[in-house]
T-cell receptor, first 116, second 113 residues
């Protein structure tokens, strides 16, 4: 998984609680992404980062926030978890901005989150 | 709706047969990529084809792109049990200065030994 780890790998939480997922990379890639994967929807972009402290929203950002204080770490926070946020969350990295030129994304192993 | 839609949603073949998966999209793109996802794992990049290319090969993989029909196909020749996975297309296009990458819903391939 290209030097990308995600923690935790599995989490069960209750509605209304805050949850933070961590993505850590050892590749020194500039761009980092958070996706969620749900049946029938493929992968959908939540937020992405184009540098330390530089982040932007994806297509499904409501209810999520992110932070990137170091190149290697990108945190995704569910401020108040809801059952609709039950999903598998994937972190990805790319050397350049994904889509521009030939920038390939490398994915982490995923975090399975269940919100009860 | 999804920029990339794969079909079929599921495909089951015998080892040694060829597997073909298709991806259709709705708007112009800069490039299209195919990824594979083994069960419980992250996506792994397979191949990229640019909008000005029509065909690309990588080992047992052959990708075609028809921009007039807004469609792409991924052919896996001489399939192996290890090819069992889900396959996703991902399109990229300009969107307000940002290159937006959109993944399809995937084709689940089962190769029977």
């Amino acid at each position: 998984d290209a030097g990308i780890t995600q923690s935790p790998r599995h989490k069960v939480t209750e509605t209304g609680t805050p949850v933070t997922l961590r993505c850590h990379q050892t590749e020194n890639h500039r761009y980092m992404y958070w996706y969620r994967q749900d049946p029938g929807h493929g992968l959908r972009l939540i937020h992405y980062s184009y540098g330390v402290k530089d982040t932007d929203k994806g297509e499904v950002s409501d209810g999520y926030s992110v932070s990137r204080s170091k190149t290697e770490d990108f945190l995704l926070t569910l401020e108040s978890a809801t059952s609709s946020q039950t999903s598998v969350y994937f972190c990805a990295i790319s050397h350049g901005l994904a889509g521009a030129g030939v920038q390939t994304q490398y994915f982490g192993p995923g975090t399975r989150l269940l919100v009860l | 709706s999804q920029q990339g839609e794969e079909d079929p949603q599921a495909l089951s073949i015998q080892e040694g047969e060829n597997a073909t998966m298709n991806c259709s999209y709705k708007t112009s793109i800069n490039n299209l990529q195919w990824y594979r996802q083994n069960s419980g794992r992250g996506l792994v990049h397979l191949i990229l084809i640019r909008s000005n290319e029509r065909e690309k090969h990588s080992g047992r993989l052959r990708v075609t792109l028809d921009t007039s029909k807004k469609s792409s196909s991924l052919l896996i020749t001489a399939s192996r049990a290890a090819d069992t996975a889900s396959y996703f297309c991902a399109t990229s296009k300009n969107s307000g200065g940002y290159q937006k990458v959109t993944f399809g819903t995937g084709t689940k391939l089962q190769v029977i030994p």
